[in-house]
């Protein structure tokens, strides 16, 4: 057996990495759910997004920090969670009240770094658990039914954004993954679109960059024929398919922004009547439409990008029970003639 002798001038494994990651030696029993949060998120939130890390930062030291203040790990109690979060929904030493799916998220960073601290047997039982929160109400959906979709093809046949906006209500892409979209995603021999990354804006750098999808999980989507002719146009033969081109640009020759194609749809929506229609509303025609043209509710939820066929029937499943009642319709009406 071999053995190695260490030199004297290296140091022990963990004392190195601990030095150059600057990561604090942790003491359960001094330290405070304050820092204990903060270590978590620094040494066991692993595979986080930058805008995921950043916005636990941010819940990190704007709400749990201010109310916990320097209260021991070990001392904070269940009636003490339910304190605070009752604190946020009246919006106590805050400017107003947060919304429910705020108070939630911030919840969930609390009650995920403490899960940790329970299976690393630093508390006996996640004191986050059982906490009553605010119910959120699900936005209504708004999608275009066909006289309004009429008035608004009408609208924009020569606007500047109608090819996109169209793009979307074929697809129902994310904002993100539509202005994201380089030339690199449109395979013109199998006539697909490959949406394997989304375009944000990162609030720490100030800049836009790409990142993974919602979910992590890329999709390929089979074109129809108007948005494979809509992509032959904008992606010619002789451009150099790369993924720095993107496919839907600016006057300026840029990727456009959420808040740009937000404000341009406003005002057509606006000057149709429609006010209340938002970007978002477009993926949601989308949805609705592929469900009426006869889709299955599992294709759909993939071309959509959820992470569950589940989600996708609690969203869209009210426009399944229309489609039965007509269904159960149009059959009776069929079988009258045998009466």
């Not at 009752?86 to 107003?96: A, F, K, V």
Request: proline fraction near 3%.
């Amino acid at each position: 057996m071999k053995f190695v002798v260490k030199k004297e001038e290296e140091q022990d494994v963990l004392e190195y990495m601990r030095s150059i990651s600057n990561i604090p030696k942790y003491e359960p029993m001094e330290t405070t759910l304050v820092e204990w949060c903060e270590y978590w998120l620094q040494t066991r939130a692993n595979n986080l997004k930058e805008s995921t890390r950043s916005s636990y930062e941010a819940v990190i030291k704007n709400h749990i920090k201010r109310v916990f203040k320097d209260m021991r790990l070990d001392e904070v109690t269940s009636e003490d969670v339910q304190l605070f979060i009752n604190s946020l929904i009246i919006g106590y030493q805050l400017p107003e009240p947060l919304n429910p799916k705020t108070i939630r998220n911030i919840h969930g960073v609390l009650h995920k770094a403490l899960n940790v601290a329970v299976t690393l047997n630093y508390i006996e039982f996640n004191i986050a658990k059982d906490i009553v929160l605010p119910h959120v109400e699900k936005k209504p959906q708004n999608p275009l039914n066909d006289i309004q979709l009429e008035k608004f093809f009408d609208r924009i046949k020569c606007h500047e954004k109608a090819d996109i906006y169209k793009f979307d209500l074929l697809t129902g892409l994310r904002e993100s993954e539509l202005i994201g979209l380089t030339v690199d995603c449109f395979n013109r021999e199998e006539r697909t679109l490959n949406v394997y990354r989304q375009l944000t804006y990162n609030k720490r750098k100030h800049i836009y960059e790409f990142t993974s999808l919602k979910n992590s999980k890329s999709r390929v989507l089979s074109l129809t024929q108007q948005a494979y002719e809509l992509l032959c146009k904008y992606c010619p033969d002789s451009i150099v398919y790369n993924k720095d081109v993107f496919i839907f640009k600016n006057r300026e020759g840029e990727h456009f922004t959420p808040a740009a194609l937000y404000n341009s749809l406003k005002k057509v929506m606006r000057s149709i009547g429609y006010p209340k229609v938002t970007f978002h509303d477009l993926r949601h025609t989308h949805a609705v439409l592929s469900l009426k043209a006869g889709m299955d509710i599992k294709t759909l939820q993939y071309n959509m990008g959820h992470y569950s066929a589940a989600f996708t029937l609690d969203v869209y499943g009210h426009c399944l029970d229309e489609m039965r009642i007509y269904g159960a319709e149009q059959l009776g009406d069929y079988m009258k003639k045998f009466e």
